[in-house]
């Protein structure tokens, strides 16, 4: 129980210096929240007017929800980067050979992450009132949509975490992140619906963790959706939607303490 | 408390076929200073970093206040303080942010750990520089902050790996003196450095390491004996008389003496320096050859050196 406290303790002080990097260091902030703010206006203008629903209804309404679980999808990047860029430091070693728990670097980036991917979600969501987006369900539905967000972003930071600390070149994580993000995107309900693609690829995007996410988010939004085909994951999206972020988060985060613990081996 | 604050049996490192550490041993007695000197590559970071808790070692034993480095990693932590051969602290948080930050993981109270923050930054003199990013200091400054995060707490065990590497000499007095302090507070100090007069300076028994190895070890003064007595020189007015001054030296100390063209010296090692002195005289003043200068003296840590592993301190390894 006080190791437990300790770790907490420890990890709150990690949390806090990674906040404070982004506070002091303004220019990245400011592009840390360009991403999704062009997201929303690229998506929701280019594509937003000139594409309808299949199933009916208004696309921009329709692609939001996919935008939003797509800004968390390439926070990867910034998770990995920051990681691999840490593990090259000397002040891990310092961490290292201090009595600090041993999960405390990686827990404080991911809840540093976290909290960042909340004042994501708020400007994503401030963006989509603006282009016309709308949620109709209530706060409390709206809510919940959030905080299945933000448990896909969990994650998809321990998967950014493992990925840095095995990868341990910021510039090569930036490089990966893409080829591994896009076609994740580009397989699932983001866009389109997936019976619209060939048979073994629209199986894939339904399963995919990130439609699972939109799936359940456009519900609780009460966003037009897709007429699901009456397969088992597209019935079950709000089951998988809370099952894929806790199953990728217990395979990777221990999968990342491990490779964390064996740094400078 | 333990009789040796380190102890190192036969550590063994490898990377690939190369063996950073090769049978290395240790032994530094509970607060003194022990300096492990030693050529690039020789393997002074790799010994720190197994000590430290940071390196897996592939075979041996070591011990930190008697507790096993191996066994019980986490004990360890809590008596040692590192300054690595490379700056440890966060580059983008400013100096103070830095030491409040290892102060309150050492779990100091926020209050007390601003405190502390505040009396190391001026104690290195980086108080004017404290709400700086650390990662817009010179090199020197950055050392002196790593420095001062491995003394937040005063530790059991300090580890320096080549603490004064690029420092200017204020920044170097201000190392050495920050070493002394905690050494008079009863910390034992490991310190690598590749700078002999630093070993001289500080360390109490020297270990020069080479290839993974501790070839030599002991006092400074220990060192230099063990690599034969005193020596006489002689420094003559033209070159051209180089050769017959070698001569007449060789003869009386019956040695080959060594002969410097550059700086017109010829110097021999030597058992009984005023027989040898006052014979070396008498005989230069017989051939009738006025010299400019003549005299003995101790070998330098650094010729000691040379002899231990046959190449400079601050020359690569060749082997
Ligand atoms: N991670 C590593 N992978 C492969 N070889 C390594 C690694 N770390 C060290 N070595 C090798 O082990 C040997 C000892 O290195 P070490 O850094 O301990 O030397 P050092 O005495 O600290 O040198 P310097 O004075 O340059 O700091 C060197 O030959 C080095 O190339
Ligand atoms: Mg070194």
């Known amino acids: 129980m006080r190791r437990l406290r300790l770790a907490a303790a420890d990890g709150w002080i990690m949390t806090r210096r990674n906040m404070s ?6 220019e990245e902030m400011v592009l840390y929240f360009a991403l999704p703010i062009m997201f929303v206006l690229v998506f929701g203008y280019v594509f937003g007017s000139g594409m309808s629903v299949p199933g009916g209804g208004d696309y921009r309404e329709f692609l939001l929800p996919g935008v939003f679980a797509m800004t968390m999808l390439y926070g990867m990047g910034a998770t990995g980067t920051a990681v691999a860029v840490d593990a090259g430091r000397g002040v891990v070693d310092r961490f290292r050979s201090m009595p600090v728990a041993r999960s405390a670097l990686l827990v404080g980036r991911s809840t540093a992450d976290l909290m960042r991917a909340a004042l994501e979600m708020s400007v994503l969501v401030v963006c989509g009132l603006l282009v016309g987006w709308e949620w109709h369900r209530g706060i409390g539905r709206a809510l919940l949509a959030v905080a299945l967000v ?3 972003r969990v994650a998809i930071t321990w998967i950014g975490i493992y990925l840095g600390l095995v990868v341990r070149n910021a510039d090569t994580v930036g490089t990966i992140v893409f080829p591994l993000a896009f076609p994740l995107t580009a397989v699932s309900n983001v866009f389109t619906a997936p019976e619209l693609m060939p048979g073994w690829l629209g199986t894939l995007a339904e399963w995919n963790p990130l439609s699972a996410t939109v799936a359940a988010i456009r519900e609780l939004f009460g966003n037009p959706g897709l007429a699901g085909t009456g397969s ?3 019935e079950n999206a709000m089951l998988l939607a809370i099952a894929w ?8 985060a221990p999968l990342a303490i491990r490779s964390y613990q064996r740094l400078s081996r | 408390m333990a009789d040796h604050a380190i102890v190192a049996e036969g550590l063994l490192k490898r990377y690939g076929d190369k063996k950073a550490l090769n049978g290395f ?19 002074k970071t790799t010994a720190v970093r197994a000590l430290c808790t940071l390196l897996r070692f592939d075979a041996g034993r070591a011990e930190i206040c008697g507790i096993d480095v191996a066994g019980q990693p986490a004990r360890v932590r809590e008596r040692i303080g590192l300054t690595g051969q490379y700056a440890a602290v966060d580059e983008q948080l400013s100096g103070r942010q830095n030491l409040v930050m290892f102060g309150r993981l050492l779990k100091l109270r926020p209050a007390a750990a601003k405190r502390r923050a505040d009396e190391l930054l001026a104690q290195f003199g980086l108080t004017e520089a404290a709400g700086r990013n650390a990662g ?50 009863g910390t034992t100090v490991l310190l690598t450095t590749q700078y002999l007069e630093e070993a001289d300076q500080l360390a109490g028994r020297i270990s020069v390491v080479d290839t993974g190895r501790v070839v030599a070890e002991g006092t400074a003064d220990e060192l230099k004996a063990k690599i034969g007595g005193d020596r006489v020189e002689v420094v003559v007015r033209h070159a051209d008389e180089l050769a017959a001054v070698a001569d007449i030296v060789g003869r009386v100390c019956h040695s080959v003496p060594q002969t410097d063209r550059d ?4 110097g021999t090692q030597v058992a009984d320096r005023v027989a040898a002195l006052t014979g070396v005289v008498r005989a230069l003043h017989e051939a009738g050859i006025a010299v400019e200068d003549i005299g003995t003296r101790r070998p330098t840590l650094d010729e000691a050196f040379l002899q231990l592993t046959g190449h400079r301190a601050n020359e690569e390894a060749t082997a």
Do not use: C, K
């Open chain 1, 21 to 26: 990097h982004l506070v002091r260091t303004p």
């Open chain 1, 150 to 152: 933000l448990a896909l």
């Open chain 1, 232 to 234: 088992w994951a597209t």
């Open chain 1, 245 to 252: 972020p806790v199953v990728l988060t217990a395979v990777f």
């Open chain 2, 25 to 43: 041993d240790l032994a530094v007695r509970t607060g003194t200073v022990h300096g492990v000197l030693g050529p690039n590559g020789a393997g």
């Open chain 2, 136 to 185: 817009q200091y010179s090199g020197g400054m950055r050392r002196r902050l790593d420095l001062a995060a491995s003394m937040v707490i005063v530790p059991q065990v300090l580890f320096l790996d080549e603490p004064t590497t690029g420092l200017d000499p204020r920044s170097r007095n201000q190392v050495w003196d920050a070493v002394r302090s905690l050494v008079a507070e």
């Open chain 2, 263 to 266: 700086v017109r010296r010829v």
